[in-house]
């Protein structure tokens, strides 16, 4: 299968294309393995919406939901054995790429319990229990940037553990998780931890940025307001590339570099647009530069695939421009600190609300011996 030209021309660009999705059925079908022979797709991304949505479709789980309750296992136990399954099947597809990018990409996501997102100490173990129990070198481990999370990713990294750090929406919760991030590699070099081996992606979202402060530039109302709507998510997004390149441009990075370390790249996620009424692949086309991931949704892949732009940097040209939205954002009247501070308690409700739904599914399934009531 050769690769589709517009994502072929994106990788070549820089950015890594991540799948944005799993399920059972695409693992059965081969449906994975056409996306990184034909649509340059080279890692995977999941999270409890996406696991509540393929555990309620078809009946591809039903088998090993019906072993589980044979043996009387919890729901949460369960639903660990159903999504490490997945993430572990997934894993082993990557594996080739994996290993031909030495351990870039070919990476598989799989997050912790989103309720204990305000809980370090329960996010560390949990973290700790997916990593032995994937048993997969190239998984990483999702842990939220809450304010809870930023000393659980310092811990996991120097335990070793490969991490994908999620929900991040602030310019300053960005620039604490790449503290993190660094502060884990010192004490993980310092217990004697190859420092090459671990890995981390600090996932930024992108169109929730849109959704909000676009509703609030139409309840203001003013012409000069209305002009901003959907520029905040990209021009957000650019300035957190330039804090990328500051930190990992830094003497305490070159230290660590020295060491063997490994930047730790800024992944655009929630990548597929709102709005209808704006270009379907913009955070894709706007958000070009090298060394970064770029997670979608398989439609805005298809979309890319189809009609996508690729410029060589559509990053570092354009970032005063970017500060200049920002600027323009604050004096029509947007409270940039109130925005991703919504974001992340809503980032976090959402994905607690999905788990939810998970359980619930799983726990219909158990008492049915498999089979949905």
């Given at each position: 299968?050769?690769?589709?030209?517009?994502?072929?021309?994106?990788?070549?660009?820089?950015?890594?294309?991540?799948?944005?999705?799993?399920?059972?059925?695409?693992?059965?079908?081969?449906?994975?393995?056409?996306?990184?022979?034909?649509?340059?797709?080279?890692?995977?991304?999941?999270?409890?919406?996406?696991?509540?949505?393929?555990?309620?479709?078809?009946?591809?789980?039903?088998?090993?939901?019906?072993?589980?309750?044979?043996?009387?296992?919890?729901?949460?136990?369960?639903?660990?054995?159903?999504?490490?399954?997945?993430?572990?099947?997934?894993?082993?597809?990557?594996?080739?790429?994996?290993?031909?990018?030495?351990?870039?990409?070919?990476?598989?996501?799989?997050?912790?319990?989103?309720?204990?997102?305000?809980?370090?100490?329960?996010?560390?173990?949990?973290?700790?229990?997916?990593?032995?129990?994937?048993?997969?070198?190239?998984?990483?481990?999702?842990?939220?940037?809450?304010?809870?999370?930023?000393?659980?990713?310092?811990?996991?990294?120097?335990a070793g553990i490969s991490v994908n750090v999620t929900l991040i929406f602030s310019l300053e919760r960005y620039r604490e998780v790449m503290d993190a991030y660094m502060a884990g590699l010192e004490s993980a070099k310092a217990a004697g931890h190859d420092l090459s081996k671990i890995h981390?992606?600090?996932?930024?979202?992108?169109?929730?940025?849109?959704?909000?402060?676009?509703?609030?530039?139409?309840?203001?109302?003013?012409?000069?307001?209305?002009?901003?709507?959907?520029?905040?998510?990209?021009?957000?997004?650019?300035?957190?590339?330039?804090?990328?390149?500051?930190?990992?441009?830094?003497?305490?990075?070159?230290?660590?570099?020295?060491?063997?370390?490994?930047?730790?790249?800024?992944?655009?996620?929630?990548?597929?647009?709102?709005?209808?009424?704006?270009?379907?692949?913009?955070?894709?086309?706007?958000?070009?530069?090298?060394?970064?991931?770029?997670?979608?949704?398989?439609?805005?892949?298809?979309?890319?695939?189809d009609h996508g732009e690729v410029e060589a940097d559509t990053i570092r040209p354009f970032v005063a421009d970017a500060a200049a939205v920002m600027t323009r954002l604050e004096s029509v009247g947007v409270d940039y600190a109130d925005v991703v501070k919504v974001l992340e308690a809503e980032?976090?409700?959402?994905?607690?609300?999905?788990?939810?739904?998970?359980?619930?599914?799983?726990?219909?399934?158990?008492?049915?011996?498999?089979?949905?009531?």
């Amino acid at each position: 299968m050769s690769a589709n030209a517009n994502l072929a021309e994106l990788s070549e660009a820089g950015v890594s294309v991540w799948l944005d999705d799993i399920s059972r059925e695409r693992l059965e079908t081969g449906n994975l393995a056409d996306l990184i022979a034909g649509h340059s797709v080279v890692g995977v991304t999941s999270n409890p919406t996406i696991f509540a949505g393929a555990i309620s479709k078809g009946d591809e789980y039903d088998e090993q939901i019906a072993d589980l309750a044979v043996r009387k296992v919890s729901v949460d136990e369960a639903a660990r054995a159903i999504t490490t399954f997945d993430i572990r099947w997934a894993a082993d597809v990557l594996a080739t790429v994996y290993e031909t990018s030495e351990g870039v990409d070919g990476r598989v996501s799989i997050e912790v319990d989103p309720r204990l997102a305000h809980d370090t100490a329960a996010t560390i173990a949990e973290a700790k229990a997916l990593w032995w129990t994937v048993d997969r070198p190239n998984t990483l481990i999702k842990i939220p940037a809450t304010k809870a999370g930023l000393p659980a990713i310092t811990a996991a990294i120097a335990a070793g553990i490969s991490v994908n750090v999620t929900l991040i929406f602030s310019l300053e919760r960005y620039r604490e998780v790449m503290d993190a991030y660094m502060a884990g590699l010192e004490s993980a070099k310092a217990a004697g931890h190859d420092l090459s081996k671990i890995h981390s992606v600090a996932s930024f979202f992108v169109s929730r940025v849109d959704s909000e402060i676009d509703k609030r530039l139409e309840k203001i109302g003013t012409e000069e307001a209305k002009a901003l709507k959907g520029k905040a998510a990209v021009a957000n997004a650019r300035l957190a590339y330039r804090e990328f390149e500051n930190a990992f441009g830094s003497p305490r990075w070159e230290t660590l570099a020295g060491s063997g370390a490994v930047p730790q790249r800024p992944l655009w996620a929630s990548t597929s647009v709102k709005d209808p009424s704006y270009r379907d692949v913009m955070y894709v086309e706007d958000l070009i530069a090298p060394g970064t991931v770029n997670t979608m949704p398989q439609k805005t892949i298809d979309d890319f695939a189809d009609h996508g732009e690729v410029e060589a940097d559509t990053i570092r040209p354009f970032v005063a421009d970017a500060a200049a939205v920002m600027t323009r954002l604050e004096s029509v009247g947007v409270d940039y600190a109130d925005v991703v501070k919504v974001l992340e308690a809503e980032g976090v409700d959402k994905f607690i609300v999905s788990w939810n739904q998970l359980l619930e599914q799983i726990e219909s399934k158990l008492k049915t011996g498999g089979e949905q009531k």
